[in-house]
């Protein structure tokens, strides 16, 4: 297909340097970063599991999962409708439409798009700030992505409790300053926290992200790995 | 005082390498460890502050935050009487009776010794293993001191929130893997957590320990800290 006819307007096409996928994104709406690459890395998929991205954006992480596993189908659902266009059209460029569905959806209503207990695996990379911390000029598309105004943590997780399987596993990138409500949260639906990761910019600076996997109705022995370090002498 | 005279049976006397402080051991009992010292270089103290240490042991802690902090008074309270006893001749031989106090007492009865909300801070070094982890041979010293025989992380938890002034702060070491039911009792007895700090041995190892302090009634804002790595090349 040729790019003049996938890319409209703002948008940009970005190499994702991972057998030759490309993705579309526009600087008006969020742009994927680091979190999203370290989530795609961290998240175990195993061969023929159905995978569930809630929040997916441009349909980053289910590109990405979908060269790094062998997963079966990976569904992405977004509430911003020109988020799921912009993720469609990057789906049928690299050839994905037999492995990756997006599809245009509230996360406070997934019943009524899948049944309980259907998924393997669900990951995440939701917004990270509460609704009313900073300042938010308007219901715009990036502050949509970065504050809870259309869904918040417990949506999240209380949501992914009821379409993951039994032991099925749920994988989550966040901000280190919400760990209480993270942990409590999981807990309270039933998603043990069982391995956390934090990543932090070098040895001496504070974690900045954490990467959280979780199994549905799991035994409590949480293991925290040793820090990611990005830059590293 | 002689060290004839106050060291008895297989007791030995260590010296704590801060303002010639020693401190009475035996090895039949818990002896304590890298964590205790930790601990105790986390914890705030402020001038004149009112201290209590759940489960003083041999009264390590209240030992070293006399030396390293401006606070009036510490209590250690302590289940086992042969602990209490060689606490107290600590005390006594390194001149600290004006500032520290111990007591036998149970943590799951706070409420008879103490008033509620009447500390500034609270420590505590308490038992690591749920009851029933591991192999446990017998309620010997040892044992009580390293799993939930005699209370569990919910007993110091709720009896230190009832102890604690509003704003007062609560310094806790414990396992990593722990961290969930560390995080969602603390919440749930309102002492939110604000600080943690993990402890690993070398750059590439897993934590061993966390470092938390929180704050009673205290606002909903974690700040994970950088590790402290032990062995840093």
């Known amino acids: 297909m040729n790019t003049d006819t996938i890319v409209r307007g703002n948008e940009r096409f970005d190499d994702l ?29 195993k061969k023929n599991e ?9 349909g980053i992480i289910p590109i990405l999962l979908s060269a790094k596993t062998l997963g079966r189908m990976f569904i992405g659902i977004e509430i911003q409708k020109e988020c799921v266009d912009m993720a469609n059209r990057s789906v049928i460029y690299n050839n994905l439409t037999s492995r990756i569905k997006i599809m245009e959806g509230d996360i406070k209503d997934l019943s009524s798009h899948f049944d309980n207990m259907s998924f393997d695996v669900i990951t995440t990379n939701p917004p990270y700030m509460p609704n009313g911390d900073g300042i938010i000029c308007e219901y715009n598309a990036k502050s ?6 259309l869904c918040n943590l417990e949506d999240v997780i209380s949501g992914s409790s009821k379409l993951l399987k039994n032991n099925g596993r749920f994988y989550m990138v966040h901000r280190p300053h919400r760990l209480v409500d993270i942990l409590s949260l999981m807990r309270k639906y039933r998603i043990e926290p069982k391995l956390i990761k934090f990543v932090q910019a070098s040895l001496d600076k504070q974690p900045n992200m954490v990467l959280i996997e979780g199994v549905k109705n ?3 022995w949480l293991t925290v790995s040793e820090p990611l370090i990005i830059y590293n002498d």
């Open 218 to 220: 799991g035994g409590a």
């Open 50 to 58: 159905l995978v569930l991205d809630l929040g997916t954006g441009n």
């Open 144 to 149: 949509i992505a970065r504050h809870e105004l």
């Open 17 to 45: 340097n991972l057998n030759n996928l490309k993705i579309i994104q526009n600087s008006d709406f969020f742009c994927f970063g680091i979190d999203s690459v370290l989530l795609s890395n961290f998240a175990k998929v």
